[in-house]
């Protein structure tokens, strides 16, 4: 199976998917990290893509969502966007209102908090 294939099939089959450096309990990253702590103190259930473990899918997910940087959310198949946008998305809501959308579980009121330590 090709690292594209491999990546179509991951976001398929998961409904929240995060290609990071490292892995949600031990990121290798400083944006790695942010993404997956976000996620993990919402209390998202998602599945952790170590890139480092794999130069095919590290190029690879770059190339199947046209987007350079590494970490990359997808959410129900779709991409979402790297740390920047992800950080942007908690701070206005717009993230709750995702999860809402596509029917994933999140702890708003942790959503609320991070938003209040944020203002």
């Known amino acids: 199976m090709s690292a594209q294939d491999q990546i179509k099939q991951t ?26 702590g976000v ?3 919402m209390g998202v259930e998602f599945l952790d893509v170590n890139v480092l473990a794999d130069d095919d899918v590290r190029q690879g997910v770059k190339e ?9 959310l997808y959410v129900k198949g779709e991409f979402v966007g790297g740390c920047d946008i992800i950080t942007e998305m908690t701070m206005s809501g717009e993230l709750d209102k995702l999860f809402e959308d596509n029917g994933v579980t999140y702890n708003k009121d ?6 209040a330590a944020n203002a």
């Open 11 to 36: 976001v398929t089959d998961n409904d929240v998917v995060l290609f990071m450096k490292g892995t949600k309990m031990a990121p290798q990253c400083g944006f790695s990290q942010r993404v997956a």
């Open 39 to 41: 996620l993990n103190y």
């Open 64 to 72: 199947f969502s046209d987007w350079p940087t590494i970490p990359q």
């Open 110 to 115: 942790a959503a609320e908090k991070i938003r």
